[in-house]
Antibody
Framework: QVQLVQSGAEVKKPGASVKVSCKAS????????INWVRQATGQGLEWMGW????????GYAQKFQGRVTMTRNTSISTAYMELSSLRSEDTAVYYC???????????????WGQGTLVTVSS | QSVLTQPPSASGTPGQRVTISCSGS????????VYWYQQLPGTAPKLLIY???QRPSGVPDRFSGSKSGTSASLAISGLRSEDEADYYC????????????FGGGTKLTVL
């Protein structure tokens, strides 16, 4: 079955960077976009951007431009999201989510990974 | 702070019909499709409705979506205890170079 499995929880200090992985299985990795969405504790969902795993092209939400980098390793069907210059407000669960339809970009998502808690604390 | 506006809570008794509203603007709901996600406690969101009123395979027909102008709504009929969850609307927004925007979420309680 189609599945996205994310890396484990991270604790980072302010100013540091974090890199979260998302391993895909059950489908052709390069045929569907991967999106990243975050959710602060008790809060709503916030879209960070998307990546075309075939070309490597990306599109980032303006809020995260300059701080986020989305990459992939097609040989192991894994997508990555790196967020730099972390601050306490970045503490959240980070989800990867696959585009519902094959490329080009689909702005609705299913399935989602299980989420990765990133805690930013001094 | 969310671009789309949802009521923070909704409730109903088993068997009832409940609706959840989602209000936006001309740059998002007014010109693009609406999507709905269900997030059960402690789990990742799951797609419930796409393109305003389409259900992915496996989603019961008790769930339905509609859109009119810059607003949308999710209706759940024959309410069940397992429907207790957070529900989020979403849409593409043409402003700020384009982005996906979400509502703040509605917590549905089954009494």
């Amino acid at each position: 079955q189609v599945q996205l499995v994310q890396s484990g929880a991270e604790v980072k200090k302010p100013g540091a960077s974090v890199k979260v992985s998302c391993k895909a299985s059950g489908y052709t990795f390069t045929s569907y976009d991967i999106n990243w969405v975050r959710q602060a504790t008790g809060q709503g969902l916030e879209w960070m951007g998307w990546m075309n795993p075939n070309s490597g092209n990306t599109g980032y939400a303006q809020k995260f431009q300059g701080r986020v980098t989305m990459t992939r390793n097609t040989s192991i069907s894994t997508a990555y999201m790196e967020l730099s210059s972390l601050r306490s407000e970045d503490t959240a669960v980070y989800y990867c989510a696959r585009g519902f339809l094959p490329l080009p970009f689909t702005n609705w998502f299913d399935p989602w990974g299980q989420g990765t808690l990133v805690t930013v604390s001094s | 702070q969310s671009v789309l506006t949802q009521p923070p809570s909704a409730s109903g008794t088993p068997g009832q019909r409940v609706t959840i509203s989602c209000s936006g603007s001309s740059s998002n709901i007014g010109s693009n499709y609406v999507y709905w996600y269900q997030q059960l406690p402690g789990t990742a969101p799951k797609l419930l409705i796409y393109r305003n009123n389409q259900r992915p395979s496996g989603v019961p027909d008790r769930f339905s979506g509609s859109k009119s102008g810059t607003s949308a709504s999710l209706a759940i009929s024959g309410l069940r205890s397992e429907d207790e969850a957070d529900y989020y609307c979403a849409a593409w927004d043409d402003s700020l170079s384009g982005r996906v925007v979400f509502g703040g979420g509605t917590k549905l309680t089954v009494l």
